[in-house]
Every structure is written in C-alpha cells, then in structure tokens.
C-alpha cells in the first residue's frame, strides 16, 4: 500500500519561509499541489525523483523550490517569501499519468497539510 506522508506546516507571517516534506513509500515521481478555501486543486511543483527533474508553476517560480531525496523518496517543498494568497492545504501525490500539472492523474495522496499565511 502507498503511503504519502507530509509535515511542515503551520502559521506563518508574510514574507516568512516554510519548508514542507513528503515521504513516499517507493514512489519516486511526486508533486506537490495546494487548496485554498474556495479553490480548485491547484498544481505547484512536480520531481522525479531518480532523474532530479523539476518544474515548478509559474505562480510559485522563484519563491519556491522542490527538491528530493531518492535514497529516503522524501520530497521537500521549500517555501519563500511567503504571501497570503499561499495559504492553503498543500497535498502530496505521487505517480502522476499523463500532464503533471493535472491532479486527475496522480493515482495516490497524502492527507494534507496546513499552510496559513498571515498578513
């Protein structure tokens, strides 16, 4: 059974940094998507993790940085300058089919995690 496990989130100020993992039991291609109240699904990074492929929404380009450990299949979300408008349950997902940026295509998820962000 796949088991995606995430932590890392909390209550943070605007401008602060936040760092979100993500351990996934032999899954090496994962992704990293966010909810905001209100919201769709949205894409925020993708890696794999045996090539060190990355890439990364262009919402998020620049202020975040998705990096992984193939030897531990963790995946971290490294989170800068953060805003307001990033607040939202971030969910990790593994083994994407098709387009990355489409969440229909990731067979499995973790349970989320909170990121607030406040002003």
């Known amino acids: 059974q796949v088991q995606l496990v995430e932590s890392g989130g909390g209550l943070v100020q605007t401008g602060d940094s936040l760092t979100l993992s993500c351990t996934a039991s032999g899954r090496t291609f994962l992704g990293w998507f966010r909810r905001a109240p209100g919201k769709e699904r949205e894409f925020v990074a993708a890696?794999?993790?045996?090539?060190?492929?990355?890439y990364c929404a262009d919402s998020v380009k620049g202020r975040f940085t998705i990096s992984g450990d193939n030897a531990k299949n963790t995946v971290y979300l490294q989170m800068n300058s953060l805003k307001p408008e990033d607040t939202a349950v971030y969910y990790c997902?593994?083994?994407?089919?098709?387009?990355?940026?489409?969440?229909?295509?990731?067979?499995?998820w973790g349970q989320g995690t909170q990121v607030t962000v406040s002003s």
């Open positions: 890696i794999r993790l045996s090539t060190g492929w990355t």
């Open positions: 997902a593994a083994d994407p089919k098709g387009v990355v940026t489409n969440p229909r295509g990731y067979n499995y």
